[in-house]
């Protein structure tokens, strides 16, 4: 399983950005795809999943500003991220879990900063 991240970048607090992860076979086939990430000195985290009936899940600190959603029939899962914050700064990894295999992306970095 590949996973190919893209949009990160460096932004200004308060702003959006939109991650998308594109997975080289079809989401339905995982349990759950997400993203994780990971700060300078800290542990990874999980920031937002859908599972495969569609339901999503949320870290505390990104409920009512980040949304995971599913790309139509392209094998594609986005985050949509508003409201940035400095806190946010990171690297952010798209996953792919099936059968209690992880596969990762590479990670894109996000930088929130004035």
């Known amino acids: 399983v590949q996973l190919v991240e893209s949009g990160g970048g460096l932004v200004q607090p308060g702003g959006s950005l939109r991650l998308s992860c594109e997975v080289s076979?079809?989401?339905?086939?995982?349990?759950?795809v997400g993203w994780y990430r990971q700060a300078p000195g800290s542990q990874r985290e999980l920031v937002a999943n859908i599972n495969v009936g569609g339901i999503t899940n949320y870290a505390d600190s990104v409920k009512g500003r980040f949304t995971i959603f599913r790309v139509g029939a392209e094998n594609t899962v986005a985050l949509q991220m508003i409201l940035l914050k400095p806190e946010d700064t990171a690297i952010y990894y798209c996953?792919?879990?099936?059968?209690?295999?992880?596969?990762w992306g590479q990670g894109t970095q996000v930088t929130v900063t004035s």
């Open positions: 996953y792919a879990r099936a059968l209690g295999r992880i596969s």
């Open positions: 076979e079809n989401l339905l086939m995982f349990n759950d």
